[in-house]
């Protein structure tokens, strides 16, 4: 079964850190763009965050960019998504998604819809 599991999310007061993990299982993560997006409530899906497939090279949106760090590990088939100096507004359900393409760069980042697979998506609090 080909599927994307996200953890490491919770409760974070406002100044502290998480970090994301998204672990791919039946499939392996090398030829993929993944992309980290949030909803929050009542609000649209936005991304986050993306890394491209073949050399790594990284996208943050404006109001995570300097905060929040993207990486790879293809030899655990994970992604993280360290979140540090959390603020209120980033309270959200954050998902991770697999887009194929082995050359596929992620500047400008790939539409939601483009992407195959998708997390079950996990909370992220950041209040005090």
């Known amino acids: 079964q080909l599927q994307l599991v996200e953890s490491g999310g919770g409760l974070v007061q406002p100044g502290g850190s998480l970090r994301l993990s998204c672990a791919a299982s039946?499939?392996?993560?090398?030829?993929?763009?993944i992309g980290w997006f949030r909803q929050a409530s009542g609000k649209e899906r936005e991304g986050v965050s993306c890394i491209s497939s073949s050399d790594g090279r990284m996208h943050y949106a404006d109001s995570v960019k300097g905060r929040f760090t993207i990486s790879r590990d293809n030899a655990k088939n994970t992604v993280y998504l360290q979140m540090n100096s959390l603020k209120p507004e980033d309270t959200a359900v954050y998902y991770c998604?697999?887009?194929?393409?082995?050359?596929?760069?992620?500047?400008?980042?790939?539409?939601?819809?483009?992407?195959?697979?998708w997390g079950q998506g996990i909370q992220v609090t950041v209040s005090s």
């Open positions: 998604a697999a887009l194929f393409g082995m050359f596929r760069q992620c500047a400008p980042p790939p539409p939601p819809y483009e992407y195959n697979y």
């Open positions: 039946g499939f392996t993560l090398d030829y993929y763009v």
